[in-house]
């Protein structure tokens, strides 16, 4: 699996700006995917991408027992959503949040945010 380009901030701010629809998801991160940005219709939310370790461990090892490579980018394919760190009803009041993180290559600085 190669690496992904990042999307930059100015991309992501002219997806949010221009929504019009129910549901969004922008996945964030450079080489590999982070973060995300999801509209359900109701809430905006970004949030950081985890992947659960035994889960992991466990189709790690039943790939490699069955012969199959198992590489850590095939982890990322096992990240879930974890506990939004903005979350806003308000598309505007959301834009302005993701306006004022700072921008790494390719998704937000997440260092800001503890957990």
Do not use: N
């Amino acid at each position: 699996m190669a690496p992904v380009p990042g999307i930059s901030k100015v991309r992501v701010l002219i997806v949010l700006r221009g929504h019009e629809g129910t549901d969004l998801t922008l996945d964030l991160g450079s080489p590999h995917r982070d973060s995300r940005i999801s509209y359900d219709g109701q809430v905006w939310i970004l949030c950081r991408m985890t992947a659960d370790t035994k889960r992991v461990m466990a189709v790690s090892q039943r790939e490699r027992a069955a012969g199959r490579p198992f590489m850590p980018e095939h982890a990322v394919k096992l990240q879930e959503p974890g506990p939004p760190l903005i979350e806003e009803t308000d598309r505007d009041a959301f834009v302005a949040a993701i306006e004022k993180l700072p921008w790494l290559r390719g998704g937000p600085d997440l260092r800001a945010f503890t957990g």
